[in-house]
């Protein structure tokens, strides 16, 4: 399931100290929804095993204004981690792209497997307030979920991530 977050330029924060920040709030958000940073396991259970999730840095040739006034659904693809047909036993991925207006996209894609729509605006929601310093975020309830087959492990850090162009 795919979203993608388009963001002005901001400030006077290089492109390298935001990368930093949304790394380490998604770090952050990801104790709270700690599946999404597990394995799914021969298509029938998340593996809860705190392996972190994929995160990419790019760099777009384009100006957010051109993208925002005639949207191509075809084209906003090139802002997600990967395609949407390629199966991965990933629960999310994440792909930070910067414009060259000062500008960000940040594109999402969580397996539907384990969450829905919801859950993904919840998700987003809570890292873009972490991401803002905010500290009173609820947590989510996964009250449909078992622990049965979750294996929790100590929280890894994030490396730096894989950095591509398009």
């Given amino acids: 399931m795919p979203l993608v977050y388009f963001y002005p330029a901001y400030g006077k924060i290089s492109n390298w100290e935001r990368s930093i920040q949304l790394k380490k709030s998604l770090s952050e958000v990801l104790t709270r929804f700690y599946p999404l940073a597990g394995r799914v396991v021969d298509n029938l259970y998340v593996d809860c095993n705190d392996e972190g999730v994929e995160f990419f840095l790019a760099n777009a040739k384009v100006e957010m204004s051109k993208i925002l006034s005639n949207p191509i659904p075809g084209e906003l ?68 979920a078992t622990t049965e087959n979750c294996i929790l492990m100590s929280r890894k850090k994030l490396d730096t991530g894989q950095v591509r162009r398009i």
């Fill in 77 to 144: 693809k090139q802002f997600l981690p990967y395609d949407l047909n390629d199966s991965r036993d990933y629960c999310m991925a994440v792909q930070v792209s910067f414009l060259n207006c000062g500008g960000m996209a940040v594109g999402l894609i969580i397996s539907h497997k384990i969450a829905d729509a919801m859950s993904l605006h919840m998700f987003a929601n809570s890292w873009a307030a972490i991401a803002c310093g905010d500290t009173d975020i609820p947590y989510p309830k996964f009250e449909a």
